[in-house]
């Protein structure tokens, strides 16, 4: 079992940047890969990024390419992302997860999953 604490949301205007974090605990050394989801109010959750834990693999959503990073610190068993540009359209909860198989860009392929940081972008 994984345990996933997000933290590093909050309230920003729009252009400015955010750094989320997410720290992951208990069965790590079983961890493939871990990747970020986020959901609006009233949408569907949707993929923004995720990275390979033990490989260079890294996917981004086109809505996000060039304005998210994501990382890792295989040390600190934590994954980031780095947010800038942010725009309103990027408000929403944004869930940490960790596959334990395959993995890519579908949250079925995630089976361990954190509470979410919420993200607001005013205008």
């Known amino acids: 079992q994984v345990h996933l604490v997000e933290s590093g949301g909050g309230l920003v205007q729009a252009g400015d940047s955010l750094r989320l974090s997410c720290a992951a605990s208990?069965?790590?050394?079983?961890?493939?890969?871990m990747a970020w989801f986020r959901q609006g109010s009233g949408k569907e959750r949707e993929f923004v990024a995720a990275?390979?834990?033990?490989?260079?693999?890294?996917y981004y959503a086109d809505s996000v390419l060039g304005r998210f990073t994501i990382s890792k610190d295989i040390a600190k068993n934590t994954v980031f992302l780095q947010m800038d540009s942010l725009k309103p359209d990027d408000t929403a909860e944004y869930l940490c997860?960790?596959?334990?198989?395959?993995?890519?860009?579908?949250?079925?392929?995630?089976?361990?999953w954190g509470q979410g940081t919420q993200v607001t972008v005013s205008s």
């Open positions: 208990g069965g790590t050394s079983s961890m493939s890969a």
């Open positions: 997860t960790a596959a334990s198989g395959d993995w890519g860009t579908h949250e079925w392929a995630y089976d361990y």
């Open positions: 990275i390979s834990w033990s490989g260079g693999s890294i």
